[in-house]
Each structure stands twice: as C-alpha cells, then as structure tokens.
C-alpha cells in the first residue's frame, strides 16, 4: 500500500523567503501526486498535480514541486512567501485504488 | 468556479444519535468521496462512490456508516449510531472520472462533527 511522509511538523519562514517543503512518497509504481493547502476553517484546495511527464510541474499561487523518482520524493517550493501563504499543506499520493493517501501536514507560519 | 458545498458546516449530535452530513458535488462530476480529519491527525480516506455503488471503502467505514446518492445533486454520508471518536473534520470531494484519468478531486470546506 501506498504511503506519504511530510517530515516537517511546522516551518517558520519570513516573508520573502523562499520555501520548500518536504515530502516523500512509498509506492512500488509510479505514483500520482498532489499537493493540496488547507487555509483555517476551509477545506483542501488543490495547489498542483503530477501524473507523468515533466517533473518539474507549476501549480497556483506561484508553487512548483519536482518530482524525484530516485528520491521517492515530491517537495513543494515557493521562491517568495507572502503573509496569506501562512496554511497547512498536505503531500497525497493516488496508488492502488482510487484514493488519496494524504501525509500528516506541514504547519506553515510566515513571519513578517 | 464550480465548488463543491457541504452543510451544515458544523452539526453537534448526542452520542448515539444518527447523523446525515450533506454534500452537493460539482454539477458534471460522477465520483464521489468522503474523507475525514480528526483533529491534529491527517486526512483519512473513507470511501468511494460511483454509478451509484461503493467503490472502495476504507477499514474505518464499518457498519455504521452508509453512503447515498438519493437525487442527482445531493451526496450524502450517514452515522448511524454516533460514537465519540467521530468526533471530526469531514470532507466530501468529487471528480469528473477516476484519479488515474488526470484528473484531480475537488473537496468541499468540510462539516465539523461533534459527538457529546
């Protein structure tokens, strides 16, 4: 079965700064991948995607995530953190069965 | 955008009681989900739903639970018996066709559940 770490718990970073958050997948094929925010008190939304092809994928709010085969990984950037980026942001791999396997989160707090 | 909306928002219920979470997905979309969250844990797969049957349904999704379809714009997730443990965040999603179609779920803002 598939399965999806984020080992970061909670990142501080200042506004302006560049970011990247870390996550790492387990899954025998090639895996689908996302990446969702979730702002306080709303629900998932979708930031980017990755199901084949190039690895390096451009999502909204100016995020992009690369996709590491031989790292087994797929961690989130943003060259620039605004104030509103402040969320939490979930990895999630579709594997075996159409589902989404979602890592723990990352808390993201942006200092101004 | 189209969105995904789910009501109440937030729904307090006796343990014991039934419970009926409501989900309208977007309009064209024909599979269905529901996902929970517990709080300080991560997002849980419970179920899948298409042309009018269970997909997939996770070890969570016992007896208790049942999903319908009862029109064509209502998706809905009922507890029968509520426990405290169900106490959580739930999300519905839809999608145009299956994850490994290229195409992505959409989730709704979530009902909160509150088992007393």
């Known amino acids: 079965a598939q399965s999806v770490t984020q080992p970061d718990i909670h990142i501080t970073v200042s506004e302006g700064a560049s970011l990247e958050l870390r996550c790492n997948y387990s899954?025998?094929?090639?895996?689908?991948l996302f990446w969702y925010v979730q702002s306080p008190g709303q629900g998932l939304q979708l930031l980017l995607k990755?199901?084949?092809?190039?690895?390096l994928v451009q999502g909204i709010k100016g995020f992009e995530a690369e996709f590491k085969r031989s790292q087994s990984s797929f961690n989130l950037r943003k060259p620039s953190v605004h104030w509103s980026d402040a969320a939490e942001y979930f990895c999630?791999?579709?594997?075996?069965?159409?589902?989404?396997?979602f890592g723990t989160g990352t808390r993201l707090a942006v200092r101004p | 955008e189209p969105e995904v909306t789910q009501t109440p928002s937030h729904q307090v219920t006796q343990m014991g009681q039934e419970v009926i979470l409501r989900c309208v997905p977007i309009?064209?979309?024909?599979?269905f989900y529901w996902y929970r969250q517990i709080l300080g844990q991560k997002v849980e797969f419970l179920v899948s739903?298409?042309?009018?049957?269970?997909?997939?349904k996770s070890e969570i999704f016992d007896d208790q639970f049942s999903v319908e379809r009862p029109d064509g714009s209502n998706f809905t997730l009922k507890i029968r018996s509520t426990k405290l443990e169900d106490s959580a965040m739930y999300f519905c999603?839809?999608?145009?066709?299956?994850?490994?179609?290229?195409?992505?779920?959409?989730f709704g803002d979530g009902t909160r559940l509150s088992i007393l």
């Open positions: 999603a839809s999608s145009d066709a299956d994850t490994y179609s290229n195409q992505p779920q959409h």
């Open positions: 899954y025998g094929a090639t895996p689908y």
């Open positions: 990755y199901f084949s092809g190039d690895t």
């Open positions: 999630a791999v579709v594997g075996e069965g159409d589902k989404l396997t």
């Open positions: 309009s064209n979309h024909l599979y």
């Open positions: 739903f298409y042309n009018n049957e269970i997909s997939e």
